[in-house]
Antibody, heavy 121, light 107 residues
Framework: QVQLVESGGGVVRPGGSLRLSCAAS????????MHWVRQAPGKGLEWVAL????????YYADSVKGRFTISRDNSKNTLHLQMISLRAEDTALYYC??????????????WGQGTLVTVSS | DIQMTQSPSSLSASVGDRVTVTCRAS??????LNWYQQKPGKAPKLLIY???SLQSGVPSRFSGSGSGTDFTLTISSLQPEDSAGYYC?????????FGQGTRLEIK
């Protein structure tokens, strides 16, 4: 069965850095686009970034562009999110999500349990 | 960037009711619209993709419709386990965006 397990969250000071990871299993990781989606406490969902199956193309939300970098290691079935210059408004539960691969929709058919990032002094 | 607006932000309905949630895009997105259900403390779950296609394993009481800028999620006969948050999401162009969510409560 598909499993996505995030790690790397924690408490960091404003301006600090953090690297999130997502270990994938149960599907052909190297054939799937992958996303990061976040949810601030008590708030709605916010799409953060997308990386295509081969890592060639990456896309970001305006709110994180230039500060966050999405990457993947297909040999280790792992997705990463490198976050720098963190701000209080980046505080959220970060989910990795698998792209369903439907030709007519970039939808997210499997999600991890999330890893919590708290930016606070 | 495309903005997604859901309505209502919350609603309360009884078991067996027909419930409708609407989502409007700030520009045309064809049928690049997905719906998710999220229960407290859980990750979201994909219900509907491409506006009207039912994700595998999702009960048939859930349906979606619409194209262009206006979309609808319908629950034909509300069940107690449908108490949750519901989100629309456009995948027409990046940055992908979600609606602000609709909280559905069972009376």
């Amino acid at each position: 069965q598909v499993q996505l397990v995030e790690s790397g969250g924690g408490v960091v000071r404003p301006g600090g850095s953090l690297r999130l990871s997502c270990a994938a299993s149960g599907f052909t990781f190297s054939s799937s686009g992958m996303h990061w989606v976040r949810q601030a406490p008590g708030k709605g969902l916010e799409w953060v970034a997308l990386i295509q199956y081969d890592g060639r193309n990456k896309y970001y939300a305006d709110s994180v562009k230039g500060r966050f970098t999405i990457s993947r290691d297909n040999s280790k079935n792992t997705l990463h999110l490198q976050m720098i210059s963190l701000r209080a408004e980046d505080t959220a539960l970060y989910y990795c999500a698998k792209d369903a691969g439907y030709s007519n929709a970039h939808s997210f058919d499997y999600w991890g349990q999330g890893t919590l990032v708290t930016v606070s002094s | 960037d495309i903005q997604m607006t859901q309505s209502p932000s919350s609603l309360s309905a009884s078991v067996g009711d027909r419930v409708t949630v609407t989502c409007r895009a700030s520009q045309t997105i064809s049928t690049y619209l997905n719906w998710y259900q999220q229960k407290p403390g859980k990750a979201p779950k994909l219900l509907i993709y491409a506006a009207s296609s039912l994700q595998s394993g999702v009960p048939s009481r859930f349906s979606g419709s619409g194209s262009g800028t206006d979309f609808t999620l319908t629950i034909s006969s509300l069940q107690p386990e449908d108490s949750a948050g519901y989100y629309c999401q456009q995948s027409y162009s990046t940055p992908y965006s979600f609606g602000q969510g609709t909280r559905l409560e069972i009376k």
